[in-house]
């Protein structure tokens, strides 16, 4: 089992930065997949950004390359997500999933199993 407590949300002006913290428990990261995805109200949960199990291969949606950054630090069992430059576009609740399974689709949210309560990012125009 995984427990996944997101942190580092808040309110910040547009061309800001903030990252984005994702702590797990229960089991490290090590071998897994760890996505961000989002969820702006009225909207679907969208994919964000994820990097692979033990390649530390990194994806991201295209309206946030160049911008977001996801990196894992597996001494700490930690996942971020660094975002500059961040526009009001890119206000939502951020969530962490987990996948222990191998080659999955990385965007879809079906193939994570353990998700996070969320953190509220808030960008103001």
């Known amino acids: 089992q995984v427990q996944l407590v997101e942190s580092g949300g808040g309110l910040v002006q547009t061309g800001g930065s903030l990252t984005l913290s994702c702590a797990a428990s229960?089991?490290?990261?090590?071998?897994?997949?760890v996505a961000w995805f989002r969820q702006a109200p009225g909207e679907e949960r969208q994919f964000v950004a994820a990097?692979?199990?033990?390649?530390?291969?990194?994806f991201y949606v295209d309206s946030v390359k160049g911008r977001f950054t996801i990196s894992r630090d597996a001494a700490k069992n930690t996942v971020y997500l660094q975002m500059k430059m961040l526009e009001p576009e890119d206000t939502a609740v951020y969530y962490c999933?987990?996948?222990?399974?191998?080659?999955?689709?990385?965007?879809?949210?079906?193939?994570?199993?353990?998700w996070g309560q969320g953190t509220q990012v808030t960008v103001s125009s």
């Open positions: 990097i692979r199990r033990t390649t530390s291969t990194t």
């Open positions: 999933a987990v996948s222990d399974s191998p080659g999955i689709s990385i965007a879809t949210m079906n193939s994570y199993g353990y």
């Open positions: 229960g089991r490290t990261f090590s071998g897994y997949t």
